[in-house]
Antibody, heavy 113, light 108 residues
Framework: EVQLVESGGGLVQPGGSLRLSCAAS????????MYWVRQAPGKGLVWVSR????????TYADSVKGRFTISRDNAKNTLYLQMNSLRVEDTAVYYC??????WGQGTLVTVSS | SYELTQAPSVSVSPGQTARITCSGE??????AYWYQQKSGQAPVLVIY???KRPSGIPERFSGSSSGTMATLTISGAQVEDEADYYC???????????FGGGTKLTVL
């Protein structure tokens, strides 16, 4: 059974940092491109970032470029999202995904003073 | 930036056919995917590569794509199909991912 389990969300002040993790199991993590997708409260899905299978190629949505960093550890079957200089508008549920098929249940990030 | 456009809402009666559309300039060259998301839950893939249905998805869900428009069709919609539906694709380079704004399907 495929499982993607996110962790690391929480409440952070504007300008602060958080690191999200996503533990993967049940599929060949090392061969899959991985993605982060977020959903603000009551809003739609928004793609945030993606990383290729060996971690050498990454892309970001314009809204997070320069502030967020995606990475992976294939030895640990884990995906990461380092989020710096957080803004109120970054408040959302963050999903880890192996698009198009597999999604985690999400972790809530709240940016508020 | 690249965009996929969906109508905000669609409403049908139980047993009727619901059609949800998604328009985007690269859809003639890029596959469309469709997700169903019920309140408080993660998205579930219901159609991939324009028209293929994953195992476990009811046959009443179908997809098609023509020109710059992709369509998700739910034939004989049921109350349990009430959800938000999102299309997903990529830009022309394949490097940037994009979701449509979502369509809220009401079945009542």
């Amino acid at each position: 059974e495929v499982q993607l389990v996110e962790s690391g969300g929480g409440l952070v002040q504007p300008g602060g940092s958080l690191r999200l993790s996503c533990a993967a199991s049940g599929f060949t993590f090392f061969s899959n491109w991985m993605y982060w997708v977020r959903q603000a409260p009551g809003k739609g899905l928004v793609w945030v970032s993606r990383i290729n299978s060996d971690g050498r190629s990454t892309t970001y949505a314009d809204s997070v470029k320069g502030r967020f960093t995606i990475s992976r550890d294939n030895a640990k079957n884990t995906l990461y999202l380092q989020m710096n200089s957080l803004r109120v508008e970054d408040t959302a549920v963050y999903y880890c995904a192996s698009l198009p098929d597999y999604w985690g249940q999400g972790t809530l990030v709240t940016v508020s003073s | 930036s690249y965009e996929l456009t969906q109508a905000p809402s669609v409403s049908v009666s139980p047993g009727q056919t619901a059609r949800i559309t998604c328009s985007g300039e690269t859809l003639p060259r890029r596959y469309a995917y469709w997700y169903q998301q019920k309140s408080g839950q993660a998205p579930v893939l219901v159609i991939y590569e324009d028209s293929k249905r994953p195992s476990g998805i009811p046959e009443r869900f179908s997809g098609s794509s023509s020109g710059t428009m992709a369509t998700l069709t739910i034939s004989g919609a049921q109350v349990e199909d009430e959800a938000d539906y999102y299309c997903y694709s990529t830009d022309s380079s394949g490097d940037l991912q994009v979701f449509g704004g979502g369509t809220k399907l009401t079945v009542l």
